[in-house]
């Protein structure tokens, strides 16, 4: 079986380090997926859900916010400004921001305030819509 070597890291932590056999990760045009082998790339991660497949057939599931990926020689590394498993957020919690951020949304801004509570707000969904498809798998 072809593996590559995955490397997930967080401002707070690396999140997963080791073999993989595949990845899908959320791109600017939608999932995007890599095996071994893949032709270097460097490119954007989007706020949302990357699932990846162990060799021995386990598939874990991160949350992470926007950041960057690297693909080169057999060997993929995400850096993320987050990485949450599903089980550890408290959609309670999520639920709360996701509404300050709707609420500020609707409030006059400036420029950046705006573009920090529409990013707010995409962290939010991504991470609720993550929570929610935990407990529905389980």
Known sequence: MNTF???ITACDRVFYEGECVYLSFPGV????GVMANHQPMATV???GEVKFRL??????YVIV???MMNVENNRVDILAFSAER???IDIKAVE???EIAREQ???KQSLIEYNLSSASMARAMARLSGARKLTDIR
């Open 55 to 60: 060799p021995d057939g386990e598939e874990r």
């Open 86 to 88: 599903p089980d550890e």
């Open 105 to 107: 949304l609707q409030q």
């Open 29 to 32: 045009d939608g999932s995007l």
């Open 96 to 98: 709360r921001e996701l």
């Open 5 to 7: 070597h995955l490397k």
């Open 45 to 47: 991660v989007e706020n």
């Open 65 to 67: 916010s926007d950041g």
